[in-house]
C-alpha cells in the first residue's frame, strides 16, 4: 500500500462483548453475530441504502451453509443489495486479513470504500458425519436400484459409523494442538509461568481500566444482555492464576501454559469501516488513522519452527521497506493468543542469534517499551473469536491513534498453521 495514489483510512470500527462458548451467543451462529456488527456499522455511518464496493466477512469454525457469508450478511445489514461480499479464512488473521484486501483495493482505485470483519463461534460448531457413514451415505445415493441402495446401506455396516465427528484444533501436519506447540515454545525460549500469568493479569487491568475510562463507549455494541467481555477478570489476581494447573503439558511438571495465561474458546464478531480520503470526505466522515502497510510470512512449523513465530519474520520484512525500526512505534498490538506467543516473540527480536541466523538481521531487532504494549488490554482479558480478533486489534488502535492525535501503531497477529498477518496503522 505504498507508493500508491490513495491513502487507506480507517474510519471506525465496532464489536460485540466477546464471551465464552456456550454462554449468551450460543444460539446466534455466524450469520446472526456478522449481522448486528455489519448493522451497527451502517447505522453508526449512515450506510442504509449505500452501496459499497466491498464487504469481506470471514469465520474460521462455520457450517458449509456459511460458504457465502459476507453476502447474506450484508443483504441483512441495510447496505445496498448491490454491494459485493466475499468469504475468507486464515485463522486468527483473517479480519486483519480483510482489512488488507479492503485496503488494497481502495489504494489500487478499484474501490471507494469496504467493510473488513469477522465471526466465529465455538459453541454453534458443525457436527459432520464419521468418514465412513459419509461414504456409505454417497454410495446409497450413487445405487441406480434399490437393491444396490440396500446393499451400500447394510454391506458391513458398523454402529460405531453412526459416531459424529466435532471440529477440532489440532495441526492437521503434526496433531498436536496450538497450546501443545505454543508450550514447546515457551521451552525453548525459556518464558517462566511467572511472566506469562503477569501477562494475563496486566491485560485484564489494563482492558478492565480501559472500560472505566469509557474507552470502549461506541466501540463495543450491548448485545444478548453483555455490555463487556465475558472473560474480562478485573478482581483477577497473580495468586489466583498462579494456583492454575498447567492446560497442555500436564505430566511432564514443566507446563507452564495455563488456562488464565491461554485465550479461552469464544464467540464473537467485530468489523471496521475502510475508504479513501475523497470517499470520507464527501460523506462528511472522519479518518482515525491510515493503514499504511501489511506484511504476511509463514514459518516452517512441522520441521522445529515455532508455529506461532511467523509475526517475527513478517514485521522485520515490512518495518525494512519504509526505513523504521522496531522502537518507531507509539503503540503495538500483539495478539495474546497465548502470553507465552508475546513473550517469545519479543524475547526473539531481541536475540542476536535468531535475528542474525533466521531474520538475516545485521543486529538483534531489539526491545519495545512495555508501556507501549497493548496499552488496553489485548486477548487474554477479551477474548478470542478466532476471525473477528484482526478487525477488533484495527478498531481499537485507530482509535488510540485517533485520540494521541498523531503517532504510529504495530500489529503483530500469530496464526494456525504457522502464519504471521501484521500491519501498520498511522495518524500524521
Known sequence: MENTQKRVGVIGGVRIPFCRNNTAYADVGNFGMSVKVLG???????????????????????????????????????????TPGITTARACGTSLDNAIIIANKIAAGQIEAGIAGGSDTTSDVPIVLSERLRKRLLAINRGKSWQDK?????????????????PGVAEPRTGKSMGDHCEQMAKEWQIRREA?????????HKLAAAYEAGFFN????????????????????????????????????R??????????????AAAVLLASE??????????QAYLRDAEVAAVDFVHGEGLLMAP???????????????????????HEAFAAQVLCTLRAWESADYCK?????????????????????????????????????VATLARMLEQKGSGRGLISICTAGGMGVTAILERP
Do not use: C
Open 150 to 166: 440396500l446393499r451400500a446401506a447394510t454391506q458391513g455396516f458398523s454402529f460405531k459409523e453412526l459416531k459424529p465427528a466435532f
Open 278 to 287: 475523497d470517499w470520507a470526505a464527501k460523506r462528511g466522515l472522519t479518518i
Open 196 to 204: 506469562q500469568d503477569q501477562l494475563a493479569l496486566d491485560s485484564h
Open 218 to 253: 461506541d466501540l463495543v455494541i450491548p448485545f444478548r444482555g453483555l455490555k463487556r467481555d465475558g472473560f474480562l477478570r478485573p478482581d483477577s489476581t497473580l495468586e489466583k492464576l498462579s494456583a492454575l494447573k498447567p492446560a497442555f503439558d500436564k505430566t511432564s511438571g
Open 357 to 393: 541466523n533466521r531474520l538475516g538481521l545485521d543486529a538483534p531487532f531489539g526491545s519495545i517499551d512495555p508501556a507501549k504494549l497493548n496499552v488496553n488490554g489485548s486477548s487474554l482479558a477479551a477474548g478470542h473469536p478466532f476471525a473477528a480478533t484482526g478487525a477488533r486489534i
Open 312 to 334: 517475527t519474520v513478517a514485521v522485520p520484512r515490512m518495518l525494512a521497506r519504509h526505513g523504521l525500526t522496531l522502537q518507531d512505534f507509539d503503540y503495538y498490538e500483539i
Open 255 to 268: 507446563g507452564t501454559l495455563t488456562a488464565g495465561n491461554s485465550t479461552g474458546l469464544s464467540d464473537g
Open 40 to 82: 451497527a456499522l451502517v447505522e453508526r455511518y449512515g450506510l442504509h441504502g449505500v452501496e459499497l464496493g466491498e464487504v469481506a466477512m470471514g469465520a474460521v469454525i462455520k457450517h458449509a451453509s456459511d460458504w457465502n457469508l459476507a453476502r447474506e450478511a450484508l443483504l441483512s445489514s441495510g447496505l445496498a443489495p448491490t
